[in-house]
């Protein structure tokens, strides 16, 4: 059974840093991996979506990098500001026929002034 | 639309009674997903839709569950004689899947806060 697990549950750091989080699966057979954005009260914001066969995927200020052979993929976030502050969750599609998403339980930021 | 939208945003309902949550995805998509979020960030796969059939079932309750998504309509997701444990964020999202190749995002809308009181 897939289980998709992020470190560190919780981030603060000053406005400014670049900051690393943390994404690791249990079972390499894995089509894809997208990473989120929640805001609270909110839905999922798709941020990146990196395909099993990429090893990492850029927009903006954001870099994903996925090590499939050793289920793990990170989220790097340059020059971090207030606005970035929100839950990142990471979500895997297995190598099967379902397009279902397993998600991990998520990284809280908080990027302080 | 250009993005899913669900209704309503909050539902409250007494212990037993029916809730029936709405999803429209984004024009054009042909796969839809429901969600639950409970406690903690925990996300559960309950059940996806290509088109108007079932494609994936196997995350939903065997019993008190039940969804639909019937063309010219949006989507539903309906739970019967509701549980305190039923309390949750309802997620729906949809998919655009291509002829070649099938690596599209799910986009989700703001989801349902359910409260069974």
């Known amino acids: 059974k897939q289980e998709v697990t992020q470190i560190p549950a919780a981030l603060s750091v000053p406005e400014g840093e670049n900051l690393v989080l943390n994404c690791s699966f249990t079972?390499?057979?894995?089509?894809?991996l997208q990473w989120f954005r929640q805001d609270p009260g909110k839905g999922l914001t798709s941020l990146l979506l990196?395909?099993?066969?990429?090893r990492e995927q850029t927009s903006g200020r954001l870099n994903a990098s996925l090590d499939k052979s050793s289920g793990r993929s990170t989220l790097y976030i340059a020059a971090s500001q207030p606005g970035d502050s929100a839950t990142y969750l990471c979500?895997?599609?297995?190598?099967?026929?379902?397009?279902?998403?397993?998600f991990g339980s998520g990284t809280r930021l908080l990027v302080r002034p | 639309g250009e993005e899913v939208a669900q209704t309503p945003k909050h539902l409250v309902r007494g212990e037993g009674q029916k809730a029936k949550l709405y999803c429209a995805p984004i024009?054009?998509?042909?796969?839809v997903f429901w969600y639950q979020q409970v406690l903690k960030n925990e996300f559960k796969f309950l059940i996806s839709?290509?088109?108007?059939?079932?494609?994936?079932e196997t995350g939903m309750p065997k019993e008190r569950f039940s969804a639909k998504c019937l063309p010219n309509s949006p989507c539903s997701l309906e739970i019967q004689a509701t549980k305190l444990e039923d309390s949750a964020v309802y997620f729906c999202?949809?998919?655009?899947?291509?002829?070649?190749?099938?690596?599209?995002?799910?986009?989700f809308g703001d989801g349902t806060r359910l409260s069974i009181l």
């Open positions: 079972d390499s057979a894995i089509y894809n």
């Open positions: 839709f290509q088109n108007e059939n079932v494609f994936d």
């Open positions: 999202a949809s998919s655009f899947v291509p002829r070649t190749g099938n690596n599209q995002p799910q986009h």
């Open positions: 979500a895997v599609r297995l190598e099967d026929s379902s397009y279902k998403l397993i």
């Open positions: 024009k054009g998509h042909s796969y």
């Open positions: 990196i395909q099993s066969s990429q």
